[in-house]
């Protein structure tokens, strides 16, 4: 069993920031990726990447803690949504494994 808890969300102003961090536990023997994913409101689930944020974002990796985060700044309304983690990995029974975080909700205001 693995377990992601993410934290960071929030309410923010436009132009703001804030910094979402996703930590793995349980019986894990390797992480081949973690990812993050958003969900505006009415729309699909989309995968976050530099290109799709226009550099704005920044995400970044703990090994040794199994931890994700993303630095998500000059925030913008359009940003609001809900930010999932996403990790991929191998058990310690070396089984494969996909796991999604709970969720937490990002608001931007203007």
């Known amino acids: 069993q693995v377990q992601l808890v993410e934290s960071g969300g929030g309410l923010v102003q436009a132009g703001g920031s804030l910094r979402l961090s996703c930590a793995a536990s349980g019986s894990i023997r390797s992480i081949n990726a973690m990812a993050w994913y958003r969900q505006a409101p009415g729309k699909q689930r989309e995968l976050v990447s530099t290109?799709?944020?226009?550099?704005r974002f920044t995400i970044s990796r703990d090994i040794a803690k199994n931890t994700v985060y993303l630095q998500m700044n000059s925030l913008k309304p359009e940003d609001t949504g809900v930010y999932y983690c996403?990790?991929?990995?191998?058990?310690?029974?070396?089984?494969?494994?996909?796991?999604w975080g709970q969720g937490t909700q990002v608001t931007v205001s203007s």
């Open positions: 996403n990790v991929r990995g191998v058990s310690v029974d070396g089984l494969g494994f996909l796991y």
């Open positions: 290109d799709s944020v226009k550099g």
